[in-house]
């Protein structure tokens, strides 16, 4: 064996054994064909197109689609689940955020406590931007809506847009003062956009017949965006009265927590995880290795935001403040074992290759 062959079935090692049994000796073949003469040249090396084609294959093989193995079906299942709830909930916030604008630009009042509009002079360089941002956040909208409706190819072109836009918002506010603890708190928020755009990017591959949901479920988080709006405005205006109650701020320091992003996901996480667990001991028809799964992975990002809150100090309020964090984080961990649990226990058993992914 030629030290070259050698290297190219290393990087075969990426893909799945029963897959390497049944096609890696015509592969190995085909790559010793295509490098020529250079496959006795003990220095030479597999090219990295090559390196990536396999890995594209081997994740195409591992998050299988239509024809896959069962349980490569049953992981491809619940990433493409990881990745439609976690656009849900950003289509959620993203809903809450363009409500928000609305009320910046003076379409309908917000109670700002220092009655300031930030958005820059008129016509400055300042307010084009803010409008930029705010508008990019409706990308997260386009790209849940577009996977809904069966279009995965839009809905990644609008998630990585959206991405792209949300770093180069932090980017340019965060070079102004560059701080490494908000840089590290930052990376952390991220994870919680990062991961479902992962999941979209690799489960929804060119072996996943595309799947077209209902109108209803496409809504949906946009009716809940809304909700949240009116709620989250109401919570403002209880926010302002209570600043002259004397009981202000100790009795909030226990919704606080609960109001960012990151607690708002908790929140909905541990309901969903308290749903799951409910149907599967009472309805063993509901039981499926995707859904625990998928939320599992999903509780990961969450509790790590979650964590990112936890402040030094010993007044109360911090004490409460991160009592209730704690709580959550707590919850999120056990929720997330429990359903990691559930779903290994429910995947089905061996890997069988599959002649389907190419």
């Known amino acids: 064996m030629s030290a070259l062959e050698d290297r190219y079935r290393r990087v075969l090692r990426l893909l799945p054994a029963s897959y390497r049994a049944e096609r890696e000796e015509e592969m190995v073949s085909a790559f010793l064909d295509g490098a020529g003469s250079a496959a006795d040249d003990d220095d030479a090396w597999p090219r990295w197109s090559e390196i990536a084609s396999v890995a594209a294959l081997a994740l195409r093989a591992r998050l299988g689609g239509a024809g896959a193995a069962p349980r490569s079906l049953a992981w491809g299942r619940a990433v493409r689940l990881t990745a439609l709830i976690g ?9 809450v955020y363009l409500a928000q604008a609305l009320g910046v630009y003076g379409v309908f009042t917000l109670p ?28 997260w909208i386009v790209s849940y809506v577009a996977l809904v409706r069966g279009r995965p190819r839009v809905a990644k072109i609008a998630a990585t847009l959206g991405l792209t836009a949300y770093v180069a918002d932090f980017v340019l506010s965060w070079t102004g003062v560059p701080e490494m603890s908000v840089l590290a708190h930052w990376v952390i928020q991220s994870l919680m956009l990062v991961v479902p755009t ?11 017949p595309a799947h077209r949901h209902s109108g209803r479920a496409a809504v949906l988080p946009l009716i809940a965006g809304a909700a949240l709006f009116l709620i989250m405005a109401g919570l403002t205006w209880a926010v302002v009265a209570a600043n002259r109650s004397p009981q202000w701020p100790g009795m909030w320091a226990w919704v606080w927590p609960w109001l960012p992003p990151s607690g708002l996901f908790c929140l909905a996480l541990l309901v969903a995880c308290a749903g799951y667990v409910v149907a599967h001991l009472s309805a063993p028809r509901w039981r499926s290795p995707a859904v625990p799964l998928a939320l599992a992975i999903l509780t990961v990002p969450v509790m790590l935001s979650r964590l990112s809150y936890l402040n030094p100090g010993s007044d109360q309020l911090t004490e409460t403040l991160n009592a209730v964090t704690v709580a959550q984080v707590v919850a999120l961990l056990l929720s997330g074992v429990t359903l990691a649990v559930i779903g290994a226990r429910a995947l089905p058993a061996g890997d069988t290759a599959s002649r389907a992914v190419s």
Do not use: C, K, T
């Open 112 to 139: 700002y406590a220092n009655g300031e509009m930030p958005i820059g002079e008129p016509a400055s360089a300042e307010r084009a931007w803010h409008l930029i941002r705010d508008l990019a956040s409706a990308l």
């Open 198 to 208: 992962l999941a979209l990017l690799a489960g929804f591959h060119r072996d996943v």
């Open 87 to 95: 656009l849900a909930f950003q289509a959620m916030m993203s809903s």
